[in-house]
């Protein structure tokens, strides 16, 4: 799953979010890091723990991740951030194989369809969970934050999602396909001219307007947002 450029793909690509969107919110996964932000910056920025909250959230609204800011404000290495946050973490104790999510991806039309991850998260933290997971085979690539490059780019901005396309080998908007679980991300993506489904979980608070035309209470309603990318029973 390397992010180099792929050769232009005559197929749709269908883009998957991975952190509670491969697997459900419940698993803790994104408590459990926001707590290991939160000792990072009152670790290393010598800040009180209501300091080190308030922060994460002013830099997760601005650049849609910690180390955004930590990055531009602070000089702080982003492998070291990674390694102590992210690499860190008991993915193994948290998240299980699922199934449900081979099944689902078994069932993609493959010889019109591209599978790939695109995901905030650095490129170990994706191929952890994957694996964990049981289907990082399945998956021909990974686009992810690259924190050993500048300018910093993320989701939701307009220029990862170009990054996606072009690591993906997609030219059009209308080929590109996207599940994910956080609002800005699907509306963006929706702007853009992607065909979007936000993943809202049962027991999720409801948006007041959606964020795409698509929205899913669960990875296997794709079959009836996008049919056309999944291959017919015979």
Not at 13 to 22: E, G, K, Q
Not at 28 to 34: N, Q, S
Not at 84 to 112: F, G, N, T
Not at 127 to 147: A, H, N, W
Request: proline share 6%.
């Amino acid at each position: 799953m390397a992010p180099e450029e792929h050769p232009p793909t005559p197929k749709k690509v269908l883009f998957f979010d991975i952190d509670n969107c491969l697997y459900p919110a419940k698993a803790g996964v994104h408590e459990r890091m926001a707590d290991m932000i939160h000792v990072y910056f009152e670790k290393h920025l010598s800040l009180s723990p209501q300091e080190a909250i308030d922060l994460h959230a002013k830099y997760y609204e601005k650049y849609g991740l910690a180390i955004g800011g930590l990055m531009r404000h602070h000089n702080i290495d982003p492998l070291h951030f990674n390694s102590e946050v992210d690499d860190a973490l008991p993915l193994q104790d948290m998240i299980q194989p699922r199934v449900d999510l081979v099944r689902l991806l078994q069932d993609v039309d493959r010889s019109k369809v591209r599978l790939w991850l695109f995901t905030n998260a650095y490129v170990n933290h994706g191929r952890r969970v994957v694996k964990i997971l049981g289907v990082d085979k399945m998956f021909e690539g990974i686009t992810y934050c690259d924190y050993t490059t500048l300018p910093f780019v993320s989701k939701p901005q307009e220029e990862m999602f170009a990054k996606a396309m072009m690591e993906a080998g997609a030219h059009n908007m209308e080929d590109c396909y996207f599940v994910d679980d956080n609002y800005n991300n699907c509306n963006m993506a929706e702007k853009l001219g992607w065909n979007s489904a936000h993943l809202v979980e049962d027991g999720s608070p409801i948006p007041a307007q959606q964020a795409s035309k698509h929205q899913i209470s669960h990875l296997d309603d794709l079959r009836q947002a996008f049919p056309e990318l999944f291959r017919q029973p015979v």
